[in-house]
């Protein structure tokens, strides 16, 4: 199958900073989706990207989707206690099969 | 409220012992899909399903079975289970052809 490298795979932060994130693929994608995981939960959907390039926010979230429909970015600034969680990218070419990186695990330090 | 139900949330049985874990939504979305959870793999996607007696495969079908006979109830069937479907198991659904997901809570397998 398809594999989307996601990195990094951990971060430890203090709160207050800013934190990036990306995910590539070896296949082109058609839309990029960028999850949050809390413990004991399922993931929940943060940004949906739908065009090359294209850039949207969601409060202090932002993603951008590549130009070269590769790969895909998500920034979170200012970040807070409850911003803590595992980030999962996913890239689908036909909204039927999706497929996950391995997810960043974000811990915040009040 | 809007959900993906799914249970049981726990289950713990041995090898070869005919499970089900039932999903059911409450959106009205057509589209449904199973994913696995491991530890450093992300998820990965077992089967799918556009719409009612509509399914396929997707990364890591083999060892389950599906099927979609009403359009908010999508089971996943393991027919014999072995070890290594010991995981934790999501259900989700969305309205086809947008790909926003909703996930529901999970179901931690253990086979023995």
């Known amino acids: 199958g398809q594999q989307l490298n996601q990195s990094p795979q951990s971060m430890f932060i203090q709160e207050g900073e800013d934190v990036s994130m990306n995910c590539t693929s070896s296949?082109?994608?058609?839309?990029w989706l960028w999850y949050k995981q809390d413990p004991g939960e399922g993931p929940v959907l943060l940004i949906a990207l739908y065009k090359a390039g294209e850039l949207t926010s969601n409060g202090r979230l932002t993603a951008q989707f590549g130009i070269t429909r590769k790969d895909s970015f998500l920034n979170i600034s200012a970040s807070i206690p409850s911003d803590v969680g595992i980030y999962f990218c996913a890239g689908t070419s036909n909204f039927n099969k999706f497929y996950f990186g391995s997810g960043t695990k974000l811990n915040v330090k009040p | 409220e809007a959900q993906v139900t799914q249970n049981p949330r726990y289950l713990i049985t041995v090898t070869g012992k005919k499970l089900t874990v039932t999903c059911s939504q409450n959106m009205n979305h057509e589209y449904m899909s199973w994913y696995r959870q491991d530890p450093g793999l992300g998820l990965r996607q077992i089967y799918y399903s556009m719409n009612v007696e509509v399914t396929d495969k997707g990364d890591v079908p083999e060892g389950y079975k599906v099927s979609r006979k009403e359009k908010r109830n999508f089971p996943l069937i393991l027919e014999s289970p072995s070890p290594n479907q010991t995981s934790l198991y999501f259900c989700?659904?969305?309205?086809?052809?947008?790909?926003?997901?909703?996930f529901g809570p999970g179901t931690r397998l253990l086979v023995l």
């Open positions: 296949s082109i994608f058609n839309t």
């Open positions: 989700a659904s969305s309205y086809r052809g947008l790909g926003t997901q909703y």
